[in-house]
């Protein structure tokens, strides 16, 4: 089952990197009731479905009939702060309408829309799954993200794998996690990492944390690991080089 992630990497210079998905239910595991995803708090026309889903047990079927539906949450974050924000989508390919949209909003402490809308799609439909990645800035005085998006009318929407995450990387020297070279993504028979120096271990783990891949390197600048037996899905590639540790995600998707 999927959970929000913690992920808290101890440098070896004695610096933090921390990466925490803080959309709760991010993977629609849990459910109040078939029509409730527990933790999302706008939930409109959203049913527990467990056939379509990217991975675990289940994903959110919304469907827009003569009017948009909206599902969404909010998100307590600090001002002034980078965030990543992404999610897996597929509209059912019996869709008529304009499919889904994003409409994400900042909000001061009192709950009070500062910036409307902060992020604001166009009209997106996808018969196979489908990442949406944005990278956002929190503005000065935002105390929460109201993470919303929207299936239209005429529209069937499929809402899987959320993540909103702060943006950290180490400060210890030049090096960032972005420069680092992960392809492809997504990822089917094998996973190249590239762009690095002196790799030493690199793990790979599930959304739910566990370790599905993990090998020792010996000062390489480059890897290249085999992914085809795994599950379709996110997952957490954790690369340790000398004097740092890295942290990336990348999705595991089989060939059709």
């Not at 827009?64 to 001002?79: A, E, M, N």
């Not at 529209?155 to 993540?163: H, N």
Request: net charge negative; aromatic share 12%; glycine share 8%.
């Amino acid at each position: 089952m999927k959970r929000a992630i913690f992920f808290v990497l101890l440098l070896l210079t004695g610096s933090l990197l921390l990466s925490q998905n803080l959309v709760t239910n991010p993977g629609f595991e849990t459910w109040d009731r078939t029509d409730k995803p527990t933790g999302w708090t706008n939930t409109q026309g959203c049913l527990q479905e467990s056939v379509v889903v990217m991975s675990g047990n289940f994903s959110c079927r919304q469907e827009g009939t003569t009017s948009s539906r909206d599902l969404g949450q909010r998100i307590i974050v600090k001002p002034s702060t980078h965030y990543r924000f992404s999610f897996l989508y597929k509209t059912d390919p019996g869709t008529t309408g304009n499919g889904c949209r994003v409409w994400c909003s900042w909000l001061d402490n009192s709950q009070t829309v500062i910036d409307d809308p902060v992020l604001h799609s166009g009209f997106m439909k996808s018969e196979n799954w489908l990442k949406y990645e944005e990278p956002v800035t929190s503005p000065d005085g935002a105390g929460y993200f109201y993470l919303l998006v929207r299936t239209l009318s005429n529209s069937v929407t499929y809402w899987d794998d959320f993540i909103f995450e702060e943006d950290i990387v180490s400060t210890d020297n030049e090096t960032t996690i972005e420069e680092i070279k992960i392809y492809p993504n997504p990822a089917h028979n094998y996973l190249i990492i590239s762009n690095i120096q002196n790799i030493q271990h690199i793990d790979i783990q599930s959304i739910t944390g566990n370790v599905v891949w993990e090998g020792d390197f010996h000062g390489e600048d480059s890897a290249t690991i085999p992914v085809a037996g795994m599950v379709n899905g996110i997952y957490f590639i954790k690369i340790k080089s000398a004097g740092e540790y890295y942290l990336r995600k990348f999705i595991k998707k089989s060939n059709l």
